[in-house]
């Protein structure tokens, strides 16, 4: 999994839902732990039975350590906003 792979899941899970793309996650989640992103946030996303918005949220979080792990090295937290639309499992992130 690469960068750009991680951006175009973020973006499917916003359209479809998770459950549309677990497999997909799964490989997230195992590049995740690689490249150092937080583990209380790959173990929330990889648990199936934490609530969807919570998992969503994890996503966006490890989507943003990820781009900074590209650009400056080790991965760290990134402030993020996130809105979760429940209707369609819709994901806005935007990095302060």
Same mark, same amino acid.
């Given at each position: ?24 996650? =799964?490989? !997230? ?29 994890? !996503? ?5 350590? !990820? ?8 991965? =760290?937290?990134?402030? =993020? ?13 935007? =990095?302060?």
């Amino acid at each position: 999994m690469n960068t750009l792979q991680v951006e175009r899941l973020v973006d499917n899970v916003g359209a479809d839902g998770l459950r549309a793309h677990e497999s997909s996650l =799964t490989a !997230l989640v195992e590049y995740a732990h690689e490249m150092g992103a937080s583990t209380v946030l790959v173990n929330l996303l990889a648990d199936r039975r934490e609530p969807e918005v919570a998992r969503i949220r994890a !996503l966006a979080r490890i989507s943003g350590e !990820l781009g900074t792990h590209r650009a400056s090295g080790p991965a =760290t937290p990134v402030p =993020t906003h996130l809105v979760a639309s429940t209707t369609r499992s819709a994901l806005v992130c935007a =990095t302060a």
